[in-house]
């Protein structure tokens, strides 16, 4: 299958002027190529899209496709509340060369499931493949299984991230689906996710431990679910304060960042969030 195992919802770093660190960014792809990490997905939510301007957001992805260079995939996030926006993103990233789009459910206008066919459909005549994103908690709505069934079927609309956590929604949508990609929007239940038909994640872990989450779809068995029990506590807590505050501290407290800065409204973690994910990552090995 063309999109399957792990791609990372990389972050965007800052410098200390909160202005997009370009050689971090480049550095992190080099550390994903050498890592496992199937493709990256560049300005989603734990990358901040929504405070980029138009010009980050073209420059980041840039960044990511050059450095890239055709060795590992690259998806941009590209989702609107807005259909003709969202259009608009979708044209402007197939004219720079990503791999797909992801489209998250439109926020905030809570359209029915009639209106999101159309959304969708809209977005997917552009002619780019088109991974939705169905994120009820940051939405408000939540894409019914039989929204996403219907919408497999529309040329270029390849698979989805479910990030609701029901895995009777993602069944649902498994086996109702031909060739559709369904990747799990939660780290922590990518092995029961696997279990009923999903073949990959988008994953903020990755960004610590891209192996790591790679391997899961490498093992099977007794190492695979080990590897499991390893992981779930990391993947628990890269959410203290939301995404991607905590990422980001872990990921200075690991120094793959030299600072953990995020733009407001959001605030770096607090100094108790650090010193939980010390003392995290000190039990696991990791420092």
Same mark, same amino acid.
């Given at each position: 299958?063309k999109?399957?195992?792990s791609?990372?919802a990389i972050?965007?770093?800052?410098?200390?002027?909160?202005?997009?660190?370009?050689? +971090?960014?480049?550095?992190?792809?080099?550390?994903?190529?050498?890592n #496992?990490?199937? #493709?990256?997905v560049?300005?989603?939510t734990?990358g901040e899209a929504?405070?980029?301007?138009?010009q980050?957001?073209?420059?980041?992805?840039?960044?990511?496709?050059?450095?890239?260079?055709?060795?590992?995939?690259?998806?941009a996030g590209? #989702?609107?509340?807005?259909?003709?926006?969202a259009?608009?993103?979708?044209?402007?990233?197939?004219?720079?060369?990503?791999?797909a789009?992801?489209?998250?459910?439109?926020?905030?206008?809570?359209?029915?499931?009639?209106?999101?066919?159309?959304?969708?459909?809209?977005?997917a005549?552009v002619?780019?493949?088109?991974i939705?994103?169905?994120v009820?908690?940051r939405?408000?709505?939540?894409?019914?299984?039989?929204?996403?069934?219907e919408?497999?079927?529309?040329?270029?609309?390849?698979?989805?991230?479910?990030?609701?956590?029901s895995?009777?929604?993602?069944i649902?949508i498994?086996?109702?689906?031909?060739?559709?990609?369904?990747l799990?929007?939660?780290?922590?239940?990518?092995?029961p996710?696997l279990?009923?038909g999903c073949?990959?994640?988008i994953?903020?872990?990755?960004?610590?431990?891209?192996?790591k989450?790679?391997?899961?779809f490498?093992?099977?068995?007794k190492?695979?679910?080990?590897?499991?029990?390893?992981?779930?506590?990391i993947?628990?807590?890269?959410?203290?304060e939301?995404n991607?505050?905590?990422?980001?501290?872990?990921?200075?407290?690991?120094?793959?960042?030299?600072?953990?800065?995020?733009r407001?409204?959001?605030?770096?973690?607090?100094e108790?969030?650090?010193?939980?994910?010390?003392?995290?990552?000190k #039990? +696991?090995?990791?420092?």
């Amino acid at each position: 299958m063309k999109y399957s195992k792990s791609y990372v919802a990389i972050v965007t770093p800052f410098d200390d002027n909160l202005e997009v660190d370009i050689n +971090k960014l480049k550095e992190l792809v080099k550390f994903h190529k050498e890592n #496992g990490t199937r #493709g990256i997905v560049v300005c989603g939510t734990t990358g901040e899209a929504a405070t980029l301007s138009e010009q980050e957001y073209i420059l980041t992805i840039k960044t990511v496709i050059e450095e890239a260079n055709g060795e590992i995939q690259v998806i941009a996030g590209a #989702g609107s509340n807005s259909t003709e926006k969202a259009v608009y993103l979708t044209k402007l990233c197939k004219n720079l060369g990503v791999d797909a789009v992801l489209s998250v459910v439109p926020y905030y206008n809570k359209p029915s499931q009639r209106a999101l066919i159309n959304h969708f459909k809209k977005i997917a005549e552009v002619g780019l493949d088109v991974i939705l994103y169905n994120v009820p908690s940051r939405t408000g709505i939540n894409m019914e299984a039989g929204t996403t069934i219907e919408l497999s079927k529309v040329e270029n609309i390849v698979g989805i991230k479910e990030a609701t956590g029901s895995i009777e929604q993602m069944i649902e949508i498994a086996n109702n689906t031909k060739d559709f990609a369904i990747l799990s929007g939660e780290d922590n239940l990518i092995l029961p996710m696997l279990s009923v038909g999903c073949v990959g994640v988008i994953s903020v872990t990755a960004n610590i431990l891209p192996r790591k989450v790679a391997d899961i779809f490498e093992l099977d068995g007794k190492e695979r679910l080990e590897l499991h029990k390893y992981m779930y506590d990391i993947h628990k807590n890269m959410f203290i304060e939301g995404n991607p505050v905590t990422i980001k501290n872990a990921m200075k407290i690991l120094n793959i960042l030299d600072n953990d800065n995020v733009r407001e409204p959001l605030l770096s973690a607090s100094e108790n969030t650090e010193s939980k994910l010390r003392d995290l990552f000190k #039990g +696991k090995g990791l420092i």
